[in-house]
């Protein structure tokens, strides 16, 4: 059982910035595709940014691409997720996920490819 651990989310105002992370249990972690998700209430689970085990490929929602960077420290089996210009329609719980078995630089995007979820984590922005 992989356990995820995210952490770092709080309240920000508009434009500011807040930086969540997720531990991950397990040694193998360095293999593992890890993606970031967010859901705001009354609103469907979405895909915000994913990075592969190597660290040399990520992806991003169009919502989120030039405001968020997701990278990642396999020595410290660590997830972070970078959010810079933050709105209100950031607001969510965020969700990290850990994909066991990866294809090259595939980016996965859809919920159902992840084997492994967090609890999330509460980000708001006020505006």
């Known amino acids: 059982q992989v356990q995820l651990v995210e952490s770092g989310g709080g309240l920000v105002q508009a434009g500011g910035s807040l930086s969540v992370s997720c531990a991950v249990s397990r040694r193998a972690f360095s293999t593992y595709t890890m993606g970031w998700f967010r859901q705001a209430p009354g609103k469907a689970r979405e895909f915000v940014a994913t990075?592969?085990?190597?660290?040399?490929?990520?992806y991003y929602a169009d919502s989120v691409k030039g405001r968020f960077t997701i990278s990642r420290d396999n020595a410290k089996n660590t997830v972070y997720l970078q959010m810079n210009s933050l709105k209100p329609e950031d607001t969510a719980v965020y969700y990290c996920?850990?994909?066991?078995?990866?294809?090259?630089?595939?980016?996965?995007?859809?919920?159902?490819?992840?084997?492994?979820w967090g609890r999330g984590t509460q980000v708001t922005v006020s505006s």
């Open positions: 990075i592969t085990w190597s660290a040399t490929s990520t």
């Open positions: 996920a850990a994909r066991r078995y990866s294809s090259g630089s595939y980016s996965y995007t859809k919920d159902y490819e992840y084997n492994d």
